[in-house]
């Protein structure tokens, strides 16, 4: 795990010569790249959310399609669709911009939900279906969506389906004072992106999003995930919790996590600090709660004080050809035992 955390640690410093002072943030988008997933980016304008994605897809090498969700915006704009060509007499396929390794959504929440659905397939199955054919999606295949949250004149509320294909969500938020100064002297004369360089290869990243998935989860780190989110469904303020695909987030995102942190197990800790952005975005408060000013993030943070780590129904046994992975991912476990508000 050591080569995945160095190749990890030279992507995040690459990308934080353009965004700046944002160190858990860039991990928790590497984080959603090793696992396959896609991020939502949810903060007000000019924080540097479509930068984030352009250093990502600069510092991999990948192809990189910007797509401004707009209300007149149509499905097939996203998607491609057949054009006949006279010349041949044939119907010829040209794609749309979804068909691109790191794939920018500005201002999703902007697009009716007629070509937000568009988008379901493509992240879910990494496909999409034009006219009866099936299109592949390159690999590696990221969609990074952005969205304020403050303006809502013109918009339309992302439904919970679209919500759920999203494997994180994160906020920038403004830097600091330091940072800011920081961000003034860098763009100076030019902007950092200009001068960005790629750091990791296409096939070398395809390796490591499948190494990932061989970090070992102990079976009472399991049982600690699908506690938390079960929890999500019986909370008095949840009126929807999360779904089955949250606690799969969690188990991805950990093993991503374990992997950069140069683990090959994954502790409760690594759930802890992944918890809010796994999960907040999947819930739906109660009305009656939400006029209390209650939050999902804040859902999140009183079930991580609340929910035991341990748990004394749970079990498992040394699995073949891991028996130190089991040791130290139960003694992890036990540890935070002791001390569930960690």
């Avoid at 002297?185 to 290869?201: G, R, Y």
């Avoid at 929807?240 to 987030?249: C, E, F, M, T």
């Avoid at 991805?252 to 950069?260: E, K, V």
Wanted: some cysteine; overall charge negative; aromatic content about 4%.
């Amino acid at each position: 795990m050591t080569q995945i955390q160095d190749l990890g640690e030279k992507v995040a410093a690459n990308v934080e010569r353009v965004i700046i002072g944002k160190r858990q943030e860039v991990r928790l988008t590497l984080v959603a790249l090793l696992c396959r997933g896609h991020l939502l980016i949810e903060d007000v304008p000019g924080t540097g959310k479509t930068m984030l994605a352009k250093a990502v897809a600069r510092s991999l090498g990948c192809s990189f399609r910007r797509i401004q969700f707009t209300p007149d915006l149509l499905p097939s704009d996203v998607t491609g669709l057949s054009i006949y060509n006279q010349k041949t007499q044939e119907f010829e396929f040209r794609p749309g911009p979804i068909m691109a390794q790191v794939v920018l959504a500005d201002e999703i929440n902007r697009a009716t939900p007629k070509t937000q659905s568009a988008l379901l397939e493509c992240m879910e199955e990494h496909q999409a279906t034009i006219d009866g054919t099936t299109y592949q999606m390159p690999e590696p295949f990221l969609v990074i969506a952005t969205q304020n949250p403050i303006e809502y004149e013109g918009t339309f509320a992302l439904p919970e389906a679209q919500l759920d294909r999203f494997m994180l969500r994160i906020r920038l938020g403004y830097p600091s004072q330091a940072d800011e100064q920081t961000i003034l002297d860098e763009q100076k004369i030019s902007h950092p992106l200009d001068d960005l360089k790629e750091v990791l290869d296409v096939s070398d990243l395809r390796e490591i999003q499948a190494a990932v998935r061989q970090v070992y989860v102990d079976p009472s780190v399991a049982d600690y995930i699908v506690r938390l989110v079960n929890a999500t469904r019986t909370h008095p303020d949840v009126y929807l919790g999360a779904s089955p695909r949250g606690s799969l987030a969690l188990y991805r995102t950990g093993q991503a996590l374990a992997a950069l942190s140069d683990r090959d197990y994954v502790i409760p800790d690594d759930i802890k600090v992944l918890a809010e952005a796994a999960l907040a975005h999947r819930l739906i408060i109660k009305t009656s709660s939400s006029m209390h000013d209650i939050d999902p993030r804040l859902v999140i943070a009183e079930l991580l004080n609340t929910v035991p780590v341990d748990s004394s129904g749970s079990a498992g046994g040394i699995r073949d050809g891991a028996p130190a992975r089991r040791s130290q991912a139960g003694a992890a476990t036990r540890g935070a035992a002791g001390s569930p508000t960690r």
